[in-house]
Each structure stands twice: as C-alpha cells, then as structure tokens.
C-alpha cells in the first residue's frame, strides 16, 4: 500500500509538472477562497479585488474558448471550463465572428444549481446573474487576420462601431440586460475586448440602460487622437499668437473665431459633467472601471491629465461654481504602476488577479475618458431607465 501510495503521488507530481500552462491551477489566482453558505451572510463579491479578480478570470475564460475550439480539445480537457466553475457559474453562449468562426466572446450565468450544491441558496449581493466577456487580439493563425483588422479600425478611426463583432456584442448585451435587468448584468473586455466593451456600454447608456463595465488594458492609441492632439497644439499656438497682437484689433473679430464660442461649450460640458445645469442627466448611474498600466503604451493615454494644473482646475471650478457632487465620477480608474516592465507583462491580464497587485484610484480629470464620455454627457435628457425584462430576484 506504502509503495502504491507513492506512485500516485509521483504520477500526481508528473501530471502536474505536465500541465498546461493557461490551466486555472497553474496560472490562475492563488488566493481566491471558494463560495459557501458563508456566501448568505457576507459576500465576497462586495469585495472589488475580489471582483475585479474573478471578472478578469472569465476573460481569460474567453481566450481559452477559443483555443480550446482551435486545438479540438473535449468537454473532458478543455481547459476554459475551469475559470468559470469555481464561481458558480456556467456558460450559456458563445459570440462567434462569421467571418472566421473564431469565438471572441462569451455570456456566463450563474449557475444556481451548483451554487445549491454548495449550500448556497442564493446569489450572493454584488453577483452579476450574467456577464457578457469580451477578449483581445489572440496571436493564433485561425483569427489572427480578423482581430488584426479591428485593431486597424480602432487604430485609424478610434471606432469599432463598424466591426461585425460590435453588433453582435451589442445584441447579446441588449438581450441579457432586457433578460435580467440592467442592474443584474456585467460587460467586460481585455484589451481589444476593452475597446468593444466600452463602446457598447456607451451606447446603452445613450439609450438610459446603465450596465455594469469593467475594461482591463483598454486601447488608447489612435491616429485619429494623435491628430486631434495636433490640432489643440496648433490651437493652443494660435491663441499664444492672437494674445500678442495689439489691443486695436477687435475683441469682438477675435471672439468670433473660436475663442469665446469654445470657452461657452467647455463651460457647458464640465457643467454638464457635474450634472449641475442638467439635473436630469443622471450623472454617475453609468461608471465604467478602467485598469491600465503605466507601462503599457496601449493602454498608458488614460493617465494623461487633461492638460491643466490643479490649481487651475480649482479656480476654474470655484468660478463658475460648479463643484462636483459626492461619488459623482465619470469613470473609475485604476492605475498600476511597477516602474518599467516588458510590454507583454505590461498588457498581460494575469497581472489583474496577481497576489502582489496594488492599485491606485485616479481622479476623473484623464483627458481621454473625458473625451471618450463627453458625447454621453452633452446628448439631450435620457429617458427615465426601465428594465423592459424582469429582473431576477437573488434567490433564482
């Protein structure tokens, strides 16, 4: 018995030494406790790393899928399933690219059933009843082409609005939220995926369907920006240059050109951006997180200030008086920084369930979220929200 006991444990120790390295034991988060009963009284999901762990688990989920589908793995040794069940929850369709077959999304549930397994009776507060996961640019022969040719898109446009996976993304949040509610729903995205998942939360919350938004290494880099930061150097020279002429030309030709018309509509907007002249706009029931890293240049322009100091930005504030109200933020960000790392390890998603991962919560004065909300915020009164489909209670 002594001697079979010991080569079960060598076999153990060779099937571990063999594993895959993308498998949820060898690569997944190590300090993550599995749901209980306890799940009744306190729940893990209250938790942001917590959260932001297991959301960041079912993208890697996502990746997997499709490698699993191009390496013809089985239900028996697929290795996606397993960055899901510990959760307690369960896949219910995948998103698929008809140009190529490739899986670039995926919608997971809550599993009730496993979850009673567990002695757990109902979904733990904070537990999304589904998540719509999106995953990045997967460096694969089968769908390298189609993830490159969005990548492309963004980089030229800073829009995916015309990619075939924008509509269907967009379609499989609208069902889950009309499903469940908009409150019971999650859409996240690596990468690539952030890019997706940021726009088709935007355009929801145009509609007043406010979604739950997680963007992990969202892409930030464009020629479309970079021409648009021309420009505002070349506005910033010109109004350098009209300062120094002499006080004998009109004030008046001077305003008309852009000056006092520009400054009216950035009043307006941080106006509205603190929803102070458009009570009804709603300001905060739509916050997107974003988690970038200061050394990834895709993702990197988030941290970007928005080019004025802060003394600045107070007086501004007190001037017009318009003082922001509590918790009301136009995104989360949080930025991690370990001085100068591999791009790879940079813009990598495990670092986003790392033991050692310490985040820190920026202000909402990033150039580049103001620019990516600011149509949200300048568009006419929404509708009051309304969950067309009927939420599900925790105990379902």
């Not at 239900?75 to 959760?87: M, T």
């Not at 499903?179 to 939360?201: E, I, M, P, R, T």
């Not at 150097?233 to 350098?240: D, I, M, P, Q």
């Amino acid at each position: 018995m002594a001697k079979r006991g010991a080569e079960e444990i060598t076999n153990e120790a060779v099937q571990e030494k063999e594993a895959h390295p993308y498998a949820f034991h060898v690569s997944g988060p190590r300090n993550v406790s599995s749901l209980n009963w306890r799940e009744l009284i306190n729940s893990s999901w209250k938790d942001g790393n917590y959260k932001r762990t297991v959301i960041a688990c079912f993208i890697q989920a996502v990746y997997l899928l499709e490698l699993d589908r191009q390496e013809n793995r089985s239900e028996e040794n697929a290795l996606a399933p397993k960055w899901w069940i510990p959760f307690k929850y369960k896949l219910v369709q995948t998103l698929v690219d008809e140009r190529d077959g490739s899986i670039f999304g995926a919608i997971l549930e809550w599993d009730r059933s496993a979850a009673l397994s567990e002695l757990i009776l109902i979904r733990p507060s904070g537990a999304p009843r589904a998540v719509l996961a999106l995953r990045g640019t997967l460096l694969k022969s089968l769908t390298f082409r189609r993830d490159i040719e969005d990548d492309l898109r963004f980089l030229a446009w800073e829009s995916l609005k015309g990619s075939i996976r924008f509509k269907v993304a967009l379609e499989a949040l609208k069902s889950v939220a009309e499903k469940y509610g908009s409150s019971n729903v999650c859409v996240a995205g690596h990468s690539l995926g952030a890019g997706f998942a940021l726009q088709v939360g935007k355009t929801l919350a145009k509609e007043g369907i406010y979604v739950d938004t997680h963007l992990f290494n969202p892409p930030s880099v464009s020629l479309a920006m970079s021409l648009r930061n021309i420009g505002e150097k070349a506005g910033f020279v010109w109004k350098r240059f009209k300062s120094m002429l002499p006080s004998s030309i009109s004030e008046t030709q001077v305003n008309s050109e852009e000056g006092e018309t520009s400054n009216n509509n950035s009043w307006k907007w941080v106006s509205n951006l603190y929803g102070l002249k458009n009570p009804g706009l709603a300001l905060g029931k739509w916050v997107p997180h974003l988690y970038v890293n200061n050394s990834d240049y895709i993702c990197c322009s988030y941290t970007d200030p928005d080019g004025t100091t802060e003394e600045e930005n107070k007086s501004n504030i007190d001037k017009e008086n318009l003082r922001p109200r509590t918790g009301q933020m136009a995104a989360k960000l949080f930025v991690m920084s370990k001085g100068n790392q591999k791009f790879l390890e940079a813009h990598g998603l495990e670092q986003w369930w790392s033991d050692d991962l310490e985040l820190n919560l920026a202000l909402h004065n990033s150039k580049l979220i103001s620019r990516q909300l600011k149509s949200l915020y300048s568009l006419p009164n929404p509708a009051p929200q309304t969950n067309t489909g009927k939420p599900s209670p925790n105990n379902k």
